[in-house]
């Protein structure tokens, strides 16, 4: 009815104000000017509300009213509208009261939107200030971004500067690359600096003087005087011929030769010092030359490292994809080049691997290739563990060339830091082993799961450079995924067979047959012991001075059948039966990753419990029955 009623008022209104003016003159004699029971509606027709009672007597009212509605029509006042006579209980005072509650609406509402427009106008001034900062603060940005590079660059080229000025002075200290003609072609060949120059004429004078002291002790035997009890025996027949003979040698009068017994001691004594000192100076110059020799080999790998980066087409610092700075060449492998870079957006150094296809390969080798690194990256993507390096982006130059970005590690890898050092102490390297097994763990929990299958010290980075810190696993070039559809209760089928680094490869990866060979994560455990071996006695523990090529044809691996330790240097028990647990032959009897995560050997209570039964037998037993007599 509150609808009705708002129609029917402004329907009232209008036919009052614009329809028949003359009803206010009469607005003032009665208060009523419609009844309490009608309404005029102009327009269409609207079926009056009312009652039965009325109905006759609203008739007779409304043929009443008609001829006054023709005489208005008559008069030429909207000859168009039509009057309907409708039952209402609204008063004028009520009309105006809902008129006035409708303009007091109306005029909030106006004021609402008034307000609502201010408050526009404001964000969009808001906006536009924001707007305004915002494209400051890009411009400041961008000059910091742009003085970071600069500044960057800047350092680079200094330390790139400082890199050779050193690597030149070292070339006359070190030694230096030459090149020598050999027939028509041309070889490099090494030559040793003065440092070395001068330990080896040093080694050489301590040689001389060696055998001139072996010289002097071997006259002075020859002129030991008789003790006292030869000397009380007869001598009748020797002194003739030892006077003859100080005669023809004119030494007769020479007081050496008539030397006493404490005298002759005194003098072998001093021999004997003299000897010990030349021993001792000997000692020191071969450690000289084993640093010199650590020294050297950094050197080598700077002046190659400086000649690699001097022929990249990447040297002049290139921003790649807008993002990555290049600074300085890290190192360069087969196909692919390493650079330190620093990351613009996210502020942090990071290694670019630039991968550089070859122009002539084949359409097809470049597409196995492109597929081999899509496949490493997709692996290596998914990883994030503390002891595995991360890989933050991947990205295309061109048709020929792609990058992959990764953590970046100050240090150097292990089998640099070997090559440097030999070996290390039981503690550093057993630190290095549970920071590679709890790697191998994650990468065994993760779904589906994953062998590394390359590990060995090159692709193990040490994050500060030394054995005590925190290690890092790279490279998941040959990882193999262990999902549902390829792996099954026997392990996984090796379809990259040769691939690999042999050495650290069990032997089950050289069985040749009508099927691949199975292979599970159990060729990783195989690679810790060889690392760890490794570690401990500075060779490897299976074709230590042959090359891959000797290793397939003499079946080294295959003939593995079992590890020998040498007597030096010492290493305890507990670390022999973990490399043995490690590198047992049949795969049936290896530890898995799981059982070698739980090893005791690796549990910080191993140094308490080593004289425990338990460990004693899992010690010496192996495979996967072991691993229910070792106390976890």
Avoid at 112 to 130: F, G
Avoid at 160 to 167: G, I, P, Y
Avoid at 348 to 359: E, M, P, S, T
């Amino acid at each position: 009815m509150c609808c009705c009623y708002s129609v029917f008022t402004m329907l009232f209104v209008f036919q009052t104000h614009v329809l028949n003016p003359n009803l206010d003159n009469s607005r003032n004699q009665n208060d009523c000017i419609c009844t309490t029971d009608q309404i005029v509606v102009i327009g269409e027709t609207v079926c009056p509300l009312q009652t039965p009672e009325k109905k006759h007597s609203e008739s007779s009212r409304g043929r009443k009213r008609k001829p006054d509605t023709q005489s208005e029509n008559s008069q030429g006042n909207f000859p168009q509208a039509v009057s309907v006579v409708l039952q209402t209980d609204l008063t004028g005072l009520k009309l105006a009261a809902l008129e006035m509650n409708k303009n007091l609406d109306l005029e909030k509402k106006e004021g609402r939107i008034d307000d609502l427009l201010r408050a526009n106008c404001d964000l969009r001034r808001q906006i536009d200030e924001q707007q305004k900062l915002l494209e400051k603060y890009k411009e400041r940005l961008n000059k910091c971004i742009t003085m970071s590079k600069k500044l960057l660059i800047e350092k680079s080229t200094q330390e790139k500067q400082a890199c050779r000025e050193k690597s030149m002075q070292d070339r006359l200290r070190l030694g230096h690359f030459t090149t020598v003609r050999h027939g028509a072609s041309f070889t490099e060949q090494w030559t040793d600096g003065f440092a070395f120059q001068n330990l080896v004429k040093q080694q050489e004078w301590i040689n001389q003087q060696r055998e001139d002291i072996e010289k002097q002790r071997k006259l002075l035997a020859k002129r030991k005087p008789p003790s006292s009890s030869n000397s009380q025996a007869p001598t009748t027949n020797s002194e003739p011929k030892q006077r003859k003979t100080k005669a023809v040698n004119g030494a007769e009068n020479d007081p050496f030769l008539n030397l006493t017994l404490a005298e002759y001691h005194e003098q072998e004594e001093i021999y004997k010092l003299r000897l010990g000192h030349l021993k001792k100076e000997e000692a020191e110059i071969q450690v000289e030359l084993e640093r010199l020799e650590r020294v050297r080999n950094l050197h080598i790998r700077e002046l190659k490292r400086i000649n690699n980066e001097d022929s990249s087409q990447f040297k002049d610092h290139p921003t790649l994809n807008e993002r990555y700075l290049l600074l300085h060449l890290l190192g360069r492998g087969g196909f692919s080049e390493v650079y330190k870079a620093f990351d613009l957006i996210e502020q942090r150094y990071a290694a670019v691997k630039i991968h550089q296809l070859n122009k002539n390969w084949r359409e097809e080798k470049k597409e196995n290739y492109h597929k081999h690194a899509c496949r490493e990256y997709r692996i290596h993507k998914q990883l994030d563990h503390p002891r595995i390096v991360k890989l933050y982006d991947y990205f295309s130059l061109d048709t020929d060339t792609f990058c992959t970005v990764l953590e970046y590690c100050e240090g150097n890898d292990l089998d640099f830091y070997l090559k440097q050092h030999k070996l290390m102490s039981e503690k550093e390297a057993r630190s290095i082993v549970m920071q590679i097994v709890n790697a191998l763990r994650y990468l065994n929990e993760i779904k589906p799961p994953i062998i590394h299958y390359d590990l060995k010290p090159g692709n193990i980075l040490l994050v500060d450079g030394t054995a005590c810190g925190e290690i890092k696993i790279t490279d998941f070039g040959l990882s193999k995924i262990m999902d549902d559809d390829s792996y099954g209760a026997d392990g996984m089928d090796l379809t990259s067979q040769g691939a690999g680094t042999y050495w650290y490869l069990p032997p089950e990866c050289f069985v040749v047959g009508k099927e691949p060979p199975k292979i599970s994560n159990k060729v990783d455990v195989w690679s810790v012991g060889v690392i760890f071996f490794q570690c401990l006695y500075g060779r490897k523990p299976f074709g230590h001075n042959q090359s891959q090529q000797d290793i397939l044809q003499e079946n080294t691996i295959l003939n593995a059948t079992e590890v020998q330790f040498p007597v030096k240097p010492v290493a305890s028990n507990e670390a022999k039966a973990f490399i043995r647990r490690c590198l047992a032959y049949r795969k049936e009897d290896r530890f898995d990753v799981h059982q070698l995560g739980r090893d005791s050997y690796l549990l910080p209570h191993m140094r308490r419990s080593n004289s425990s039964g338990n460990l004693q037998m899992g010690a010496g037993g192996s495979g996967p029955a072991a691993s229910s007599i070792i106390s976890y």
